[in-house]
T-cell receptor
């Protein structure tokens, strides 16, 4: 988990609310990623960014939004349009090859 | 398109015995292959990678993996399993023609019994 922080560790959302998950890295990596993890389904890519001020949709971007205003930061907003947001969210960054992951945020809808 | 298959949801071995966690992949070009481990409620940790060169790669905690191009496989191995190796293991493939995105397998739960 070194070099990447995610906050909060646990997050509870009410129906109709937008919530923002924080991801910060001090590894000087250009690329950053957001994944969603559900039991038995592995990791699914939500959004990724190869460089500051640019990002692309992943495989399951609907109901999510991101920004990349700084190299170190890649926050993810889960909007009210995401109908089933309860999951474990993982942020990662990458230099040349392998990815480095944060500790994750567990989001629960009340 | 790129894809990864981990054919076993669970692998059970006795402590001290060798372990193998299987992975096969599909990419259009040359693959970059990775193994990661995840402990409960934690992020993934990098174990090892194949980029180019020697087909047998060694990684953290005594793990190794063999790249087999003809069988499109990248199985994870360890000669002697420890109870502390019990965790969820993910294989991933990265295609640099696809903006560097990785595709992950669904994971294999390894249980090592004393």
């Amino acid at each position: 988990d070194g070099g990447i922080t995610q906050s909060p560790k646990y997050l509870f959302r009410k129906e109709g609310q937008n919530v923002t998950l924080s991801c910060e890295q001090n590894l000087n990596h250009d690329a950053m990623y957001w994944y969603r993890q559900d039991p038995g389904q592995g990791l699914r890519l939500i959004y990724y960014s190869q460089i500051v001020n640019d990002f692309q949709k992943g495989d399951i971007a609907e109901g999510y939004s991101v920004s990349r205003e700084k190299k170190e930061s890649f926050p993810l907003t889960v909007t009210s349009a995401q109908k089933n947001p309860t999951a474990f969210y993982l942020c990662a960054s990458s230099g040349s090859h392998e990815q480095f992951f944060g500790p994750g945020t567990r989001l629960t809808v009340l | 398109a790129q894809s990864v298959a981990q054919p076993e949801d669970q692998v059970n071995v006795a402590e001290g015995n060798p372990l193998t966690v299987k992975c096969t992949y599909s990419v259009s070009g040359n693959p970059y292959l990775f193994w990661y481990v995840q402990y409960p409620n934690r992020g993934l940790q990098f174990l090892l990678k194949y980029i180019t060169g020697d087909n047998l790669v060694k990684g953290s905690y005594g793990f190794e993996a063999e790249f087999n191009k003809s069988q499109t496989s990248f199985h994870l191995k360890k000669p002697s399993a420890l109870v502390s190796d019990s965790a969820l293991y993910f294989c991933a493939v990265r295609d640099w023609t696809n903006a560097g995105k990785s595709t992950f397998g669904d994971g294999t739960t390894l249980t090592v019994k004393p």
